[in-house]
């Protein structure tokens, strides 16, 4: 299983940035995939994850501001960030498990949000 992330840079403080990434490989029909990032120093924290069927969590930190999304048929899920701060600056990574008994986790590589004040 392979997570391919884009979308990332450098924008201000109120801009937006979409953030993309498509996983191809061997991968559970049903499944949650999401955003995950950690700025320099802090530990990785979840941002917002998405069902195969639609569900969503985020976290407290940026409901309001971002919206997930998720195209099953091209197994891409989305990151709409909307009214970016400085304290979103992190780099963002894309996740996906599936399973129940024995589950199975990938991480892509991390695409870097640096948001200027």
């Not at 997570?3 to 990332?8: C, H, M, R, V």
């Not at 937006?16 to 499944?31: E, M, P, T, V």
């Amino acid at each position: 299983v392979q997570l391919q992330a884009s979308g990332g840079g450098l924008v201000q403080a109120g801009g937006s940035l979409r953030l993309s990434c498509a996983a191809s490989g061997s991968i559970g029909r049903i499944n949650t995939t999401g955003w995950y990032r950690q700025a320099p120093g802090k530990p990785r924290e979840l941002v917002a994850i998405i069902s195969t069927g639609g569900d969503t969590n985020y976290a407290d930190s940026v409901k309001g501001r971002f919206t997930i999304s998720r195209d099953n048929a091209k197994n891409t899920v989305y990151l709409q960030m909307n009214t970016l701060k400085p304290e979103d600056t992190a780099n963002y990574y894309c996740n996906i498990k599936w399973g129940s008994a024995y589950v199975m986790n990938y991480w892509g590589k991390g695409t870097q949000v640096t948001v200027s004040s």
